[in-house]
């Protein structure tokens, strides 16, 4: 089933195998990709739908040190020269739209990160001046969210532009539009807080917007439920979640991509009440083909891998014919040059 063909809100799609979205930070300064970002997506064209790393969709959605954005016109172009080389190469590939929210420092950003609530978040961040504690965000004030959440539609307008086949919403991992999903770093009394409602509420209308400025079909979101990432706290992930995924449904996008974070009961029900694609990530997983087979078998449409595509950039054709694969070396997963990126071998097959 892992090699069936698929359609995917139109998009035919030649197997089911995602590669992740995984921050590689080798963008300039400035957040324009490279020719060598799209060597990196072009060797791996062989996935069913690549989904890139985290995309900043304005300056202060930034989080990280030479993380690429989608906010300027310079950065439309060098996505033009990736997704060029990846359609060039027979693939499909989205931008995951990602405001890191309070995730962030003024060494890499110039400025303080911004946040659901003034809530500092326990831990470190990269930053030139090495690792930093996060600062103190500054809360966003009601009409800075609503601009937000314009911010995401003008980056997946950009995207369109830069010739991406749609945008994956990123509301995972500890970053803003999940920020405004957890108890404890959501601490407003506007219409964005206080209630299970009003926390959902950034993550809908902020897929609203993006399907209307580039349709329904052009339009995924990610969510981790119950990931404490980036010292977030969802003990009423049950209750949220749920919740979350029935109002998405009303929009038609094209796929939710869940990590499987919640515990199977809940993935379960998230299954139960989202009627359109569903791909599943599952980050404690192991063998990829093994677990590629469990989650299609259990329900998925498509299943979602990450370091493994990092070390093998014709993942699919190893995993077909059973072949080794490369193990990553995490000493060189962020930033740098083309070591440890562009260079992971692929097989040298020669016909039977």
Not at 309 to 314: H, Q, S, V
Request: glycine share 10%; aromatic share 6%.
């Amino acid at each position: 089933m892992l090699f069936s063909s698929y359609e995917l809100a139109g998009l035919p799609l030649p197997n089911r195998l995602a590669m992740a979205p995984m921050t590689r930070s080798r963008s300039d300064v400035d957040g324009i990709p490279s020719s060598l970002n799209a060597l990196y997506y072009a060797q791996r064209a062989s996935a069913g739908l690549i989904i890139t790393e985290g995309v900043q969709p304005s300056q202060a959605g930034k989080g990280y040190v030479n993380t690429p954005g989608l906010h300027t016109d310079e950065q439309v172009a060098g996505w033009r020269e990736v997704t060029g080389a990846v359609h060039a190469a027979g693939g499909r590939i989205f931008a995951q739209l990602m405001h890191a929210g309070r995730v962030g420092h003024p060494d890499n950003t110039g400025a303080l990160p911004v946040a659901p609530s003034a809530v500092r978040p326990a831990g470190q961040i990269f930053t030139p001046n090495g690792m930093q504690d996060y600062p103190l965000p500054v809360e966003l004030s009601t009409a800075e969210v609503e601009a937000t959440v314009q911010d995401f539609a003008d980056a997946a307008r950009r995207a369109v532009d830069a010739g991406f086949d749609g945008v994956e919403l990123h509301g995972a991992n500890g970053y803003l539009i999940h920020q405004f999903l957890s108890q404890n770093a959501n601490l407003r009394d506007d219409r964005f807080g206080k209630s299970v409602d009003g926390r959902i509420r950034l993550a809908v209308e902020t897929a609203q917007a993006a399907v209307e400025a580039i349709g329904a079909s052009r339009v995924g979101i990610r969510l981790s439920p119950a990931n404490g990432a980036q010292d977030l706290v969802e003990e009423d992930a049950n209750e949220v979640y749920p919740a979350l995924v029935s109002a998405l449904a009303e929009l038609d996008l094209a796929y939710l991509h869940v990590m499987a974070t919640g515990g199977d009961d809940l993935t379960r029900r998230i299954r139960e009440l989202w009627p359109n694609t569903l791909i599943v990530n599952d980050p404690g997983a192991g063998d990829p083909a093994a677990t590629a087979a469990r989650w299609l078998e259990w329900g998925a449409d498509l299943v979602a891998i990450g370091s493994a595509f990092l070390a093998n950039p014709d993942l699919p054709l190893r995993l077909r014919l059973g072949a080794p694969l490369n193990e990553p070396d995490f000493t060189t997963a962020f930033g740098g040059d083309h070591r440890g990126y562009t260079d992971y071998p692929a097989l040298a097959v020669h016909p039977a």
